[in-house]
C-alpha cells in the first residue's frame, strides 16, 4: 500500500530562520522536551544514548544541543539547491575523510527548502528530516575530536493534537497544546563523526554507543542523510552552480538575540547562481533549438587543491554550468552527472 505524503514542508522565509533557531534552542530547555527526550532514551530510541538514567541523559543532550544551536551559523539552502544536493549525494558514497576545514563553519544550523530526506515511521506515517545541527560536543571524545550533526524532522503536530484530544481536551485547548510545548523541529537522530573517519559503525547497541576513533557513529538512514549534508556543505563552498548571499537582522532583533546569548550573524542563503562568466556563454551558445528553462549542465566534484602549496584537498563542485536565460525558471532533472575527477578526454 502506497504511504501517503504529508503536507508539502513550508520552510520560513530566510529572514524568519534567526526566530525560528532562538525559538528552537529555547524549547529545548522546557520541561516538555525533557519529558519527550527522557522517554527516547527509556525506549532506546535515537543513535547516541548517554550512559545515565534517562532524565540525566535527557537533561545531557538537550543542554549539548543547546549550546550548538546558541552558538550555530545559520544557512537556508533554497529548494533548487536542495534538489541539486539530492542528487549529488549517491556519489559521494565512502567519500568520508570529513576535516574540519571541510565544513563551511564549525558550529552550524542548515535548514533546507525541501526536505534532505524522508522515512517511514513504524504507523505508516512519512517522516520529513528539514534540517540539521552540527558543532563540537562534550559529551563525547576522540582520539582525533570530531563533530556532532543532529538532524531535525517537521513536527506532527496533527499527531499532537489527536493524542490531546484523545485525552479530553477540546479542539481548542489541543491546538494551543500543541504549540505552546513544541517547537516547529523535532530532534530525530543524530550522528558523531570524528574528523578524518572513513568509515562508519552501524550495528545498534542497547546500552549505548561505544565511540571508535576511527569510525562514524550512525544508524544505516543516518549514514545516507549524512552523505546528503556532505554534499550541501560542499555546495556551500565557491562554485560555478551556487552563490551564497546574507540575510542581515535587523539591527533590533540582532541586539535581543546576542543579549539572550544567541549568534546574531547574517544568515547565508544559498542558491541558483545567476552570474554567467564567459567559459559558460561559450557553452551555452546557439545550439539551433530554444531554451526557455535554466538548468545545470553536466557538474562533477573533484577533490580541488588549496591551500600552502596546494597540499590539502577538498571535494568541491566544479565545471559545471548553468544552461538558459538568467531569468528563466529553473528545472533540475534527474539526471546529475558527478564524478570524482574531471572527465578525461579521448584522443581522436
Request: net charge positive; aromatic share 6%; charged share 20%.
Amino acid at each position: 500500500m502506497a504511504v501517503p505524503k504529508p503536507p508539502s514542508w513550508s520552510p520560513p522565509p530566510p529572514r524568519q530562520l534567526p526566530a525560528l533557531r532562538e525559538h528552537l534552542a529555547n524549547y529545548l530547555l522546557t520541561p516538555p522536551a525533557h519529558l519527550l527526550t527522557a522517554e527516547a532514551l527509556r525506549r532506546q530510541r535515537g543513535t547516541l544514548r548517554p550512559v545515565v538514567r534517562p532524565d540525566l541523559g535527557a537533561r545531557l543532550l538537550l543542554d549539548d544541543e543547546h549550546q550548538r544551536l546558541s552558538q550555530a551559523q545559520l544557512f537556508y539552502v533554497t529548494a533548487d539547491i536542495t534538489r541539486l544536493v539530492r542528487q549529488a549525494a549517491p556519489s559521494l558514497k565512502d567519500h568520508w575523510d570529513i576535516q574540519p576545514q571541510d565544513i563551511p563553519a564549525p558550529t552550524g544550523f542548515m535548514l533546507f527548502a525541501e526536505p534532505l530526506a524522508e522515512y517511514v515511521r513504524e504507523d505508516g506515517k512519512r517522516i520529513d528530516i528539514v534540517a540539521v545541527s552540527w558543532g563540537g560536543t562534550e559529551l563525547l571524545t576522540s582520539d582525533t575530536g570530531g563533530l556532532w550533526v543532529t538532524f531535525w524532522s517537521v513536527t506532527d503536530f496533527a499527531a499532537i493534537k489527536r493524542l490531546a484530544r484523545s485525552m479530553g481536551a477540546t479542539a481548542a485547548e489541543a491546538e494551543l497544546t500543541a504549540h505552546q510545548q513544541n517547537a516547529e523541529l523535532t530532534w530525530d537522530n543524530e550522528i558523531y563523526m570524528p574528523w578524518g573517519a572513513r568509515s562508519a559503525s552501524l550495528a545498534p547497541d542497547p546500552d549505548g554507543r561505544a565511540i571508535q576513533p576511527d569510525q562514524i557513529a550512525a544508524a544505516e538512514t543516518t549514514i545516507g542523510w549524512l552523505q546528503t549534508v556532505h554534499a550541501g556543505w560542499i555546495f556551500c563552498t565557491p562554485n560555478t552552480l551556487t552563490e551564497t548571499t546574507e540575510e542581515h537582522l535587523p539591527r533590533t532583533q540582532r541586539v535581543r538575540a546576542e543579549r539572550a546569548g544567541y549568534s546574531a550573524a547574517p544568515v547565508r542563503v544559498v542558491s541558483v547562481s545567476r552570474k554567467t562568466s564567459s567559459r559558460s556563454s561559450q557553452r551555452g551558445g546557439p545550439s539551433g533549438r530554444t531554451v526557455s528553462v535554466r538548468f545545470p549542465v553536466a557538474p562533477f566534484i573533484r577533490r580541488q587543491a588549496y591551500g600552502p602549496g596546494r597540499a590539502l584537498r577538498r571535494l568541491t563542485p566544479v565545471a559545471g554550468h548553468w544552461r538558459g536565460p538568467a531569468d528563466a525558471p529553473v528545472r533540475i532533472t534527474k539526471k546529475v552527472n558527478l564524478v570524482d575527477t574531471p572527465p578525461t578526454r579521448r584522443s581522436v
